[in-house]
């Protein structure tokens, strides 16, 4: 079977569409329960920005970064979170499956298992969440004091794009552990999730170890805040090299391919040793 | 060559266990252990064993879903561990206990994704689907949702769903378990359909040795990870040393029976139990009886072939092969 890396690439993905197909329809089968779902999830990440905007009715400043600039980067973690949940967030199901033994009968149909695992419980109710990140982005890029230059508003389209790179490659590194680590699912939602919370506020409220270990470590700090420092202007906590505002497509590659070798090592690991 | 090759294959897990506070003990358990045995295409096998014997794991390293250990492995001559999903296109697998059918969704679905995850063409998918329809009457299922059919319907879904991409191997891990006698013996009549016209390759593990009876020409025994029997049906009496017994009712209360070739297992008032080889006449020992002994009447029972398994499974019980390392 040597098929071309683009061959194999389109079949994981249609593969993907097929599977997230069904589970649409499967899930539109009850369809008051997704209306309700989706209501709730709307307003329950929504509730993240009214905290927010409460905060800033006793100060004009967080940080140093006014309520626009926060809403810039509350608009772009939540967005790219979004988008990487909404497209493979499903595979932190991956432990339970190994637990009861259904991974067995995703590995048993002849197409990518991961495309299959990401596709899993694929459900439109997390469109809320990215329909309220929309609103609060747009609402910031009007509001804030920014001249816009070209390479300004190339940086949001491809910032949006490489974060929900950073976070899908988290959330399928994440996952992964469990093959090893049956609580690791834990250990992902507070670096998806968490992580996604942590870069709604500006990296100068934060103790400089920390921001370094989102640049050095998980590359969380490439997905908003070092390319909004660019969009939006601002002088780097850490004093880093400009090149690092623009390095977000290096980390995305990076991240991309570090999760992809751990799926393969950690399927590797499952069927070679069955536990 | 055979459409199943499996050479001197093991497969041994490592388990850990609590030993102290922190201290952790490994050890290595062998599921299968020097497995050897060759199906030839158009075959129908029964696999059977006590639970833990390694079935289920057999039939893991022979989907590619588990690498074996050790050993070499061939389904229709690629190695499945090394090539899982092409291999995936040419055999059905068929878990009694859980079902790739979509549960919300009307059977017809299921069939659908099957057509475009397998890529059947179009003119094969009507005419397969035609048939299973048909054969295992499915016709007023096809548009409801999978969580209103019956554990029967709901198993003869999961059939037609393994075999619309013509398989040339089948695996069948407890087809029948859990469903009532109608159903079974329908299941039955497809699988012997597909097995006969199809000339699929069937490997079938199961508790129910009816299922076996019916559709199997050649059965094997596996017990602690080895197989322990290969051949008919009918050969299982011999390797288990089984016994015919011959119920013998007399005038009256007499001692104990002593013929040559037979023993008393059992004694009830005037009616006697005699236990005779079961691949031994029962006419010499009948004509003893009746020359010595007031006979009325006789009957004589067959051995039970579950008898004659568990027997077999108690003995290699008493023989472990080096279950743990």
């Given at each position: ?6 061959a ?23 369809r ?19 905290v ?8 004009d ?40 033994g259904?991974?067995?009968t ?15 419980r ?7 969440r ?42 399928v ?8 680590w049956g ?14 919370t942590?870069?709604?506020?500006p ?7 920390l921001?370094a ?5 998980v ?18 906590p ?8 623009f390095?977000a ?8 391919t570090?999760?992809?070798?751990l ?5 590797r ?7 | ?21 922190l ?6 358990v ?9 199906v ?10 006590p ?10 390293m ?28 040419r ?9 790739t059918?979509?549960?919300d969704l ?20 009507r005419?397969?689907l035609e ?5 295992l ?10 969580r ?29 378990i859990?469903l ?14 597909v ?20 559709l ?20 299982l ?11 013998v009712d007399?005038?009256?209360?007499c ?24 691949r ?5 020992v009948?004509?003893a ?37």
């Amino acid at each position: 079977m040597a098929d071309t890396l683009a061959a194999r690439t389109g079949w994981a993905l249609r593969s993907w569409w097929l599977v997230a197909g069904m589970w649409t329809r499967s899930i539109m089968s009850y369809r008051v329960s997704f209306v309700l779902m989706l209501l709730a999830n709307t307003a329950v990440t929504f509730l993240d920005f009214v905290v927010l905007m409460l905060m800033f009715r006793h100060t004009d400043r967080l940080g140093g970064w006014s309520l626009p600039e926060i809403g810039f980067l509350y608009g772009t973690s939540t967005g790219a979170l979004g988008v990487a949940n909404l497209l493979v967030g499903s595979i932190d199901g991956l432990g339970d499956r190994i637990r009861v033994g259904t991974l067995d009968t995703v590995l048993i149909r002849p197409a990518p298992a991961l495309a299959q695992l990401c596709a899993e419980r694929f459900s439109l109710r997390r469109v809320g969440r990215l329909a309220q990140a929309a609103a609060v982005l747009a609402w910031s890029l009007t509001a804030l004091p920014v001249h816009w230059t070209p390479g300004r508003v190339l940086m949001v389209p491809l910032l949006l794009l490489c974060g929900s790179v950073i976070f899908g490659a988290i959330f399928v590194g994440g996952a992964t552990l469990q093959f090893w680590w049956g609580e690791a699912k834990e250990l992902q939602n507070s670096l998806t999730y968490g992580g996604a919370t942590l870069l709604h506020y500006p990296p100068t409220v934060f103790a400089k170890e920390l921001v370094a270990a989102t640049v050095f470590g998980v590359p969380l700090a490439f997905v908003n805040w070092l390319p909004a420092l660019y969009v939006l202007d601002k002088p780097d906590p850490l004093g880093l090299p400009e090149a690092f505002r623009f390095a977000a497509p290096l980390a995305a590659a990076l991240a991309a391919t570090a999760a992809g070798l751990l799926w393969r090592a950690g399927l590797r690991a499952y069927r070679g040793t069955g536990n | 060559m055979g459409i199943i090759e499996v050479h001197n294959v093991s497969r041994t897990f490592t388990v850990r266990t609590r030993a102290g506070r922190l201290r952790r003990e490994k050890r290595e358990v062998r599921a299968v252990d020097g497995l050897d045995f060759t199906v030839e295409e158009g075959e129908c096998v029964g696999y059977i064993g006590p639970n833990g014997a390694g079935k289920s794991t057999t039939i893991k390293m022979l989907t590619g879903i588990l690498v074996p250990t050790g050993g070499r492995l061939r389904v229709a001559s690629v190695d499945p561990a090394r090539e899982r999903v092409g291999l995936a296109r040419r055999i059905g697998v068929v878990f009694g206990q859980r079902t790739t059918l979509w549960w919300d969704l009307p059977l017809r679905d299921s069939y659908e994704l099957a057509r475009r995850i397998y890529r059947i063409p179009d003119a094969r998918y009507r005419a397969n689907l035609e048939r299973c329809v048909e054969l295992l009457e499915l016709g007023a299922l096809l548009d409801t949702p999978v969580r209103q059919l019956s554990l029967g319907q709901r198993m003869r879904g999961d059939l037609a769903a393994a075999l619309l991409h013509d398989p040339q191997v089948l695996y069948l891990d407890e087809p029948t378990i859990g469903l009532d006698v109608v159903s079974k013996s329908r299941v039955r009549a497809f699988l012997r359909e597909v097995n006969t016209l199809q000339r699929t390759t069937v490997l079938l593990t199961t508790h129910d040795l009816t299922d076996i009876e019916q559709l199997c020409r050649r059965v094997m025994v596996i017990d602690h990870g080895r197989v322990v029997y290969d051949g008919g049906l009918e050969g299982l009496h011999a390797a288990g040393e089984s016994e015919r017994t011959l119920v013998v009712d007399l005038a009256e209360v007499c001692a104990p029976i002593e013929v040559p070739g037979a023993r008393v297992v059992r004694t009830d008032g005037p009616r006697q139990w005699l236990a005779i080889p079961a691949r031994a006449s029962a006419a010499p020992v009948l004509a003893a009886v009746a020359a010595r002994y007031p006979l009325v009447d006789l009957s004589v029972r067959e051995p039970a072939i579950e008898d004659v398994i568990a027997r077999m499974y108690s003995s290699s019980e008493a023989h472990p092969k080096g279950a743990t390392v």
